[in-house]
């Protein structure tokens, strides 16, 4: 099946440092999104994106939190500075808008963010 | 305030068994439940999903059960087998479009051979 890819799979880094998680979502997909969870646990919104704009944000997109998706290539989850509390696994996501396609979320397999 | 509720927290039933799931919301907007399928190391998979419009959606051997009055679902996993060991997320959106998806903390579920 269609597939989102992400990369890279862990990065560690240290904190106060600047990251950025790269994703390579499905080619004809229109929507992205990026999702925290920690500990295996919940999956926490963070946002999502559509035509260049940030259509909607949770609290938990921090001011530190950008995102971008520059001419069709990766869309990318910028955090600067990063903080310990960012260590989470990033899962980013792409969907389709319109017809029988647009209620999947396609995840892909995560970036396993170490803040040290 | 959690708007999507699953419970159990974790669950173990024995191969051949029914798991049962559950769900509950807050939100009265919310239509669509999708029910995602997460492997460790893997990013979650869409398994199944219903409209609030139905009140059952089956596939092979999972099935939806939808109580909009009382804003509860339950995911049935009937003839459980091992390589069905995974954590389970029951998920609501507010529309069949592009909204974003709200999670519950999810059900880890384990089968014994």
């Known amino acids: 099946g269609p597939k989102v890819l992400q990369i890279p799979s862990h990065q560690i880094i240290d904190m106060g440092q600047m990251v950025t998680l790269n994703c390579d979502p499905v080619?004809?997909?229109?929507?992205f999104y990026w999702y925290k969870q920690i500990l295996g646990q919940q999956m926490e919104f963070l946002v999502n994106f559509y035509n260049g704009k940030v259509m909607e944000k949770s609290k938990l997109f921090k001011d530190q939190f950008s995102v971008e998706r520059p001419d069709g290539s990766y869309f990318t989850l910028k955090i600067q500075p990063t903080a310990l509390e960012d260590s989470a696994v990033y899962f980013c996501?792409?969907?389709?808008?319109?017809?029988?396609?647009?209620?999947?979320?396609?995840f892909g397999h995560g970036t396993k963010l170490s803040v040290l | 305030q959690q708007q999507v509720r699953q419970s159990p927290q974790s669950l173990t039933v024995w191969e051949g068994e029914t798991a049962i799931l559950n769900c509950s919301y807050e939100d009265s907007t919310f239509n669509y439940f999708p029910w995602y399928q997460q492997f460790p190391g893997e990013g979650p998979a869409l398994l199944i999903s219903?409209?609030?419009?139905?009140d059952k959606k089956e596939d092979g051997r999972f099935t939806i059960f939808f109580n909009k009055r009382e804003k509860k679902l339950s995911l049935h996993i009937t003839d459980s087998q091992p390589g069905d060991s995974a954590t389970y997320f029951c998920a609501a959106s507010a529309s069949w479009g592009n909204e974003k998806i709200t999670f519950g903390a999810g059900t880890k579920l384990t089968i014994k051979p």
């Open positions: 996501a792409s969907s389709f808008p319109g017809g029988a396609s647009n209620e999947r979320l396609f």
């Open positions: 080619s004809n997909h229109l929507y």
């Open positions: 219903i409209s609030s419009v139905s």
